[in-house]
């Protein structure tokens, strides 16, 4: 089949429209991905979402920032909800309440009043964290048996990471990582992800708009070892102040935003080695397990219909 995503948005970002015309707007379908629809009424609630949970204000400035990656994230979700459909992928009311408590920190009550308050579905909210959390047990599900990390692979980094050291480095970072769209030019992708992190904060962005795994902790890296980092990242993250946020890097056919939140140095001495160890397998893990995730929704892609109504 062929792939109608880059016509579909440039139409619609012709067409565009205006903040006071919401109040008015009618459940009409404005996108078709295979056999599933995205109405104009799931349009508006995902980008006064995405605007309202930042603490912004409506208009047509702050519309015109987040209409695209909204879009894009729509089709992304309808894309995820098509291929889970024809698994069985069971959550329960336990796991889905730690998981929105992770993303809304700590604070669904809250987030609750604040969709209540501007008259937006929590419902919808509800149903793509659904989706997304799905999706990456559906991950885990297809492909941990293809992940094979052995002991010695880690215990070679690990005598790389400490031999003959007395301290370590490490950074905390958060990242966020867009997929280049290359029929539109680098820098207003690059402008147009700026805007969005200036209005709605780089967390609610990664979580938003990031295709890397790490979206569903707002971005959260954690605390890396900086020998892990390419000589490239480190000399990029070793001139910025903390709480500051890097310009753009290229990454094949991606674009990467780190945001360098606390550095730290610790005694060789003093460091959990065993703890040192599970966080080199997770991170191992995460990074097989996100680049399995991108590979198989870049197929789903590729083999669906997606058609402007």
């Known amino acids: 089949m062929k792939f109608y995503i880059n016509i579909i948005i440039i139409i619609f970002c012709v067409f565009g429209f205006k903040s006071d015309l919401y109040s008015n707007i009618q459940n009409k379908i404005v996108l078709k991905v295979n056999n599933e629809i995205i109405t104009d009424f799931e349009l508006k609630n995902k980008i006064l979402s995405v605007i309202i949970l930042s603490g912004e204000e409506i208009n047509q400035y702050n519309i015109d920032k987040v209409k695209k990656p909204a879009l894009d994230s729509l089709i992304q979700n309808k894309l995820k909800k098509i291929e889970l459909s024809k698994y069985k992928i069971k959550v329960n009311a336990n796991q889905m309440q730690n998981y929105l408590l992770s993303i809304s920190s700590n604070n669904i009550e809250n987030l609750k009043n604040n ?18 959390f799905k999706w ?47 029929n539109n030019p680098i820098e207003e992708q690059v402008t147009k992800i700026k805007d969005i992190i200036q209005t709605i904060g780089f967390e609610k962005t990664a979580f938003q708009h990031s295709i890397s795994s790490t979206s569903s902790k707002n971005g959260n890296l954690g605390w890396v070892n900086t020998d892990l980092l390419t000589p490239s990242v480190y000399k990029i993250l070793k001139k910025m102040k903390i709480g500051e946020i890097s310009e753009p890097i290229k990454k094949q056919n991606n674009l990467i935003f780190l ?14 080695i065993n703890e040192m160890r599970k966080k080199l397998i997770n991170k191992k893990k995460n990074d097989l397990f996100d680049l399995y995730s991108r590979s198989h929704l870049s197929k789903l892609k590729n083999s669906s219909l997606i058609e402007f109504k």
């Open 115 to 132: 969709f209540r308050k501007n008259n937006l579905s929590y419902k919808l909210y509800l149903d793509e964290v659904e989706i997304q």
């Open 136 to 182: 990456q047990s559906l991950i885990y599900k297809l492909y941990s048996n293809k992940i094979d990390i052995s002991e010695e692979e880690i215990n070679k980094e690990l005598d790389f990471l400490i031999k003959d050291k007395t301290s370590i480095e490490e950074y905390k970072i958060s990242e966020i990582e867009i997929s280049l769209d290359n």
């Open 259 to 272: 945001k360098l939140s606390d550095k730290k140095l610790s005694s060789v001495e003093n460091i959990d």
